[in-house]
T-cell receptor, first 115, second 111 residues
Framework: DVKVTQSSRYLVKRTGEKVFLECVQD?????MFWYRQDPGLGLRLIYF???????EKGDIPEGYSVSREKKERFSLILESASTNQTSMYLC??????????????FGPGTRLTVL | SQQGEEDPQALSIQEGENATMNCSYK?????LQWYRQNSGRGLVHLIL?????REKHSGRLRVTLDTSKKSSSLLITASRAADTASYFC???????????FGEGTQLTVNP
């Protein structure tokens, strides 16, 4: 079974703190994604990566950065957390685009609260 | 902006009944996928239908796709209380490879 794990299920941080959210997948997937999910807004793509050290902006990259130093690990970084970044963060992975299926496998999510 | 829009936003039925959820989208697609999310958890892939397919089955799930109307439907037959979850459609456009999600339908199946 594909497994995507996220470092924390719940996280509480203070405004201005630097926050790291870690995601690890064990299926040798090329693509990895970070979404945030908010009521009434659905899932919105923050960043994605299609290879080690490669990254692409999604729909809402402002206030976030990412790092992919190893194929299995994709980190989301909030350089200076703000209250409007309180949300559920979901990591996902998939095989390369060439596979054509694009099915994504999701982690359990991290509920981040910024006070 | 969201590519897919689910309808209805919320659906409440009794166990044993069928549940139908609809999804509309705006641009040409390569494929359309349905996902399920239990409360407070990640999403789980249910089924994928390609643009050249019209209908697909998987267990109690039936998905249809009408590319002329840019719409899809997900039918869950003989629903169970354990089917209670949010259901999302997601599209992959012909011009890209990203998934774009709708806002989801909250299904409640009452025992």
């Amino acid at each position: 079974d594909v497994k995507v794990t996220q470092s924390s299920r719940y996280l509480v941080k203070r405004t201005g703190e630097k926050v790291f959210l870690e995601c690890v997948q064990d299926m040798d997937h090329e693509n990895m994604f970070w979404y945030r999910q908010d009521p009434g807004l659905g899932l919105r793509l923050i960043y994605f990566s299609y290879d080690v050290k490669m990254k692409e902006k999604g729909d809402i990259p402002e206030g976030y950065s990412v790092s992919r130093e190893k194929k299995e690990r994709f980190s989301l970084i909030l350089e200076s957390a703000s209250t409007n970044q309180t949300s559920m963060y979901l990591c996902a992975s998939s095989f390369s685009w060439v596979a054509q299926s694009n099915e994504q496998f999701f982690g359990p999510g991290t509920r981040l609260t910024v006070l | 902006s969201q590519q897919g829009e689910e309808d209805p936003q919320a659906l409440s039925i009794q166990e044993g009944e069928n549940a139908t959820m609809n999804c509309s989208y705006k641009t040409s697609i390569n494929n359309l996928q349905w996902y399920r999310q239990n409360s407070g958890r990640g999403l789980v892939h249910l089924i994928l239908i390609r643009s050249n397919e019209r209908e697909k089955h998987s267990g109690r799930l039936r998905v249809t796709l009408d590319t002329s109307k840019k719409s899809s439907s997900l039918l869950i037959t003989a629903s169970r209380a354990a089917d209670t979850a949010s259901y999302f459609c997601a599209t992959v456009s012909t011009s890209g490879s990203r998934l774009t999600f709708g806002e989801g339908t909250q299904l409640t199946v009452n025992p």
